[in-house]
C-alpha cells in the first residue's frame, strides 16, 4: 500500500463535491499523517480520546476548510503505547446515519491497526504503485482480506508514469486478480499541493492527477462522469463551487 493518504483525502473531497456526507477517519494510530497532509497538527480530541472511551466518536469529527470531515489520530508520542485500536469497529458503529461513506486511512504494512481497519471495514480498496515490492505487499493485503471475509473492491495504481521498468496493468491485474480501478499519474501537482496542505483536487483541479480522483469517485458513488471542459476563466482560476 502506497500513497494511501493522498488517495484518501481526494477521494473524500471529491465524493463530497459529489453531494456525498464522507468522514474520513485516521486509522493509523501510531504514525499518523492525515493531519498533516492537511495541515492542522494538533486537534485537542482525536480517535485516541474515543478509542479510550474518554469521548464519543462524533465529539472527535473536524471540519477542514477543504469541506472534509475528518476524525484525527494523536500526534503524541504518549498516546502511541495503548492505542486500544481493536475497539475500532465500536467506533464506526457510532459513526453509523452521520456519513454516506467514512473512509479508513490505514497504517502501511499489516501490522495490528493495519488489521484493524480492514477487518472492520465494508469493503477495501489497495493501493499500490506499479513495482514489484508494492504489488508483492498488496498481494499480503488482497490475501487478508480475503481471510477476514473483507471483499476487495479493486486497485488504485498510484504514480504510474508508463515507463519500460514499470510493471504493466495487466501484470498487476494479473498478479493480484482484482479489477483495477483507477490509475493516478506520477504528477509533481500532488507533493506540491501537500506543501500547501490543501488536497490536490482543490489545489490543482485541472491536473492531470485531480481528473483521475474525480473519476475514481464517481465509480464509487456511482454518479455519472462528465467533465466539463469550462471556459478559459474556469481553467485558470480552476474548480470555482
Ligand atoms: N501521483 C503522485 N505523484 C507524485 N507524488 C505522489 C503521488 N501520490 C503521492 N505522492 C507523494 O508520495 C508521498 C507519500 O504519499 P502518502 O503520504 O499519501 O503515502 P501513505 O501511503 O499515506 O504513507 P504512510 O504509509 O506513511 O501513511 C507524498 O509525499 C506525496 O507527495
Ligand atoms: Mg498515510
Not at 502511541?80 to 467514512?102: C, H, P, Q, W
Not at 510493471?167 to 499519474?185: A, D, G
Request: proline share 5%.
Amino acid at each position: 500500500m502506497a500513497e494511501k493518504t493522498t488517495t484518501v483525502t481526494n477521494l473524500g473531497l471529491s465524493l463530497i463535491k459529489q453531494g456525498k456526507r464522507v468522514i474520513i477517519v485516521d486509522a493509523n494510530v501510531t504514525t499518523p499523517n492525515l493531519s498533516l497532509h492537511l495541515g492542522i497538527p494538533f486537534y485537542p480530541v482525536t480517535l485516541h480520546d474515543v478509542l479510550r472511551g474518554d469521548v464519543d466518536a462524533t465529539e472527535a469529527i473536524y471540519e477542514h476548510e477543504s469541506g472534509l470531515k475528518i476524525i484525527p489520530a494523536s500526534l503524541k508520542t504518549d498516546d502511541m503505547a495503548e492505542t486500544g485500536i481493536e475497539k475500532l469497529y465500536s467506533v464506526m458503529l457510532n459513526l453509523l446515519g452521520r456519513a454516506d461513506i467514512i473512509i479508513i486511512d490505514a497504517a502501511a504494512g499489516l501490522g495490528k491497526e493495519a488489521l484493524a481497519a480492514i477487518n472492520v471495514a465494508d469493503e477495501i480498496i489497495v493501493v499500490t504503485n506499479p513495482e514489484l515490492p508494492a504489488v508483492t505487499d498488496a498481494l499480503k493485503t488482497v490475501k487478508i482480506a480475503e481471510q477476514f471475509g473483507t471483499p476487495v473492491r479493486g486497485i488504485v495504481i498510484n504514480r504510474y508514469r508508463g515507463l519500460k521498468h514499470e510493471m504493466s496493468i495487466e501484470n498487476v491485474q494479473h498478479m493480484l486478480e482484482k479489477p483495477i480501478i483507477s490509475i493516478i499519474p506520477e504528477d509533481i501537482a500532488i507533493p506540491r499541493s501537500i506543501a500547501c496542505k490543501i488536497p490536490v483536487v482543490k489545489n490543482s483541479p485541472s491536473s492531470k492527477s485531480s481528473k483521475e480522483f474525480r473519476r475514481l469517485a464517481a465509480q464509487i458513488s456511482g454518479s455519472e462522469f462528465v467533465e466539463k471542459e469550462g471556459n478559459w476563466f474556469e481553467r485558470v482560476f480552476g474548480w470555482m463551487v
